[in-house]
């Protein structure tokens, strides 16, 4: 199915997620910026566990010694108003861009509500032609790339934004949930009921056509893809960057967490001369 509709189709369908309360489309509250302009903050890439604050220690920022303050971020696919005012409110100079109006409009009243100066741009996280090459001190990616048809140049924009030295924390998906037909996992009581019903990597769109994937849409909200471990950490060091460090994750009350990390979170940095 062609990649570009399914790109269009996943905008519009957060544009509806966001507009119905998703929890991904909450903002922040003014406590929390309040407290993350005097220091005291986190954010997630994933579900529950905060990112270490040494992940953002970056040798490519303009005084590494001083935090946040004046490290040029880009919150990829990050919208949402949530992670994008934290990370301004702590000093960081922040780009958000997200493929919906809908998210991008979160960080963006945030933002003018509490004089952040974000920076909101919209597009797809495939194409990051709006900025030049090493435009970056730091990229935020939490769990989206599940919802690119491709891995591979999201990587490449991504390296190449950045400037030598610069960082990326990237959370993504465990292919392996992907295994499993979600509406039996998600009613299962015990893992004997768990059953495996898709060959990865894995789409929501295979096996459908296109009206049977706009009902799709239109019922369950954007189409997913698994992509393989291998696309998504041998897909950052094909892209010139090298990983650093790696967790897991789930998300809090879901059984299949309990037996398998549902997500995963890693650091990387691009190479100097690439």
């Known amino acids: 199915m ?6 269009q189709e996943n905008r519009a369908a957060w544009d509806r997620e966001a507009a119905a309360g998703n929890p991904w489309s909450i903002p922040v509250g003014d406590d929390v910026i309040a407290a993350a302009r005097s220091g005291e903050w986190s954010v997630v890439l994933t579900y529950a566990k905060p990112v270490p604050r040494a992940w953002f220690a970056n040798p490519a920022a303009p005084d590494p010694a001083a935090g946040l303050k004046g490290t040029r971020v880009l919150c990829l696919a990050s919208g949402g108003g949530q992670q994008a005012p934290v990370l301004a409110a702590a000093g960081a100079t922040v780009t958000s861009f997200d493929a919906s109006a809908e998210q991008l409009a979160r960080d963006a009243e945030r933002s003018l509500s509490h004089d952040l100066g974000i920076r909101t741009v919209q597009g797809y996280m495939d194409d990051l032609g709006a900025f030049d090459d090493a435009s970056f001190d730091l ?4 769990v989206s790339n599940t919802f690119a048809p491709e891995l591979e140049p999201v990587w490449h924009e991504i390296a190449r934004v950045l400037r030598p030295g610069g960082v990326l924390l990237a959370g993504f998906m465990n ?7 979600v509406a039996t996992e998600e009613a299962a009581t015990s893992p004997s009921e768990f059953r ?3 060959r990865l990597p894995y789409s929501d769109t295979s096996g459908r056509t296109r009206d049977e994937v706009e009902a799709y849409l239109a019922k369950d ?11 998504q950490l041998g897909g950052q060091l094909s ?3 090298v990983l650093t460090d790696l967790y897991d994750d789930t998300e809090p009350g879901r059984l299949i967490g309990e037996f398998l990390p549902m997500c995963f979170s890693s650091r990387a940095v691009r ?3 690439e």
């Open 2 to 7: 062609d990649a570009d509709w399914i790109k």
């Open 139 to 142: 990229c935020f990616h939490p």
């Open 175 to 181: 292919p392996d949930l992907y295994l499993f037909d």
């Open 196 to 198: 495996v019903a898709h």
């Open 221 to 231: 909200g954007p189409v997913q893809h698994s992509h393989s471990l291998v696309g």
């Open 239 to 241: 892209a010139g960057l």
């Open 271 to 273: 190479r100097p001369g």
